[in-house]
C-alpha cells in the first residue's frame, strides 16, 4: 500500500500565492506521470497539471501561466506552485500518481486524500 499526503492548501486572498506539496509513504517502481486535479463544489473533478516520468508538463488552459508543477530531487514528492489566484480556484486540490507501485501491481491510478484551497478577500 502507499498513502499520498497534501500539504499546504489555506485561504488567501486574490492575487496571491500557495505552493502545494505532495509526499508519497514509499516509492514506486515505476511512475508513468504524477498530477494535480482539483474538485469544486457542484462541479466534476478536473485536470490541472501533469508532469511524466521525462519531466514533460501538461496544464490546464485556466491555470497556464500562473500554476507551475514539478518533481523534489527524490521524485517522492511533488509540488503546484500557485501564484496570481483567483476566487475561481477554490477547490479541493487532489495529488494523483499513475504508476506501479510494484513490479507485478498493474498500473493504476493513486489519490491523495485532498486538500483545500479557498481565494477569497
Known amino acids: 500500500q502507499v498513502q499520498l499526503v497534501e500539504f499546504g492548501g489555506g485561504l488567501v486572498q486574490p492575487g496571491g500565492s500557495l505552493r502545494l506539496s505532495c509526499t508519497q509513504s514509499?516509492?514506486?517502481?515505476?511512475?508513468?506521470?504524477m498530477g494535480w486535479y482539483r474538485q469544486a463544489p457542484r462541479k466534476e473533478r478536473e485536470l490541472v497539471a501533469t508532469?511524466?516520468?521525462?519531466?514533460?508538463?501538461n496544464y490546464a488552459d485556466s491555470v497556464k501561466g500562473r500554476f507551475t508543477i514539478s518533481r523534489g530531487d527524490t521524485k517522492l514528492t511533488l509540488y503546484l506552485q500557485m501564484n496570481s489566484l483567483k476566487p475561481e480556484d477554490t477547490a479541493v486540490y487532489y495529488c494523483?500518481?499513475?504508476?506501479?507501485?510494484?513490479?507485478?501491481?498493474?498500473?493504476?491510478?493513486?489519490w491523495g486524500q485532498g486538500t483545500q484551497v479557498t481565494v477569497s478577500s
Open positions: 494523483n500518481v499513475l504508476g506501479y507501485l510494484t513490479m507485478t501491481s498493474g498500473p493504476r491510478n493513486y
Open positions: 514509499r516509492p514506486f517502481f515505476m511512475i508513468n506521470a
Open positions: 508532469i511524466t516520468s521525462g519531466n514533460r508538463t
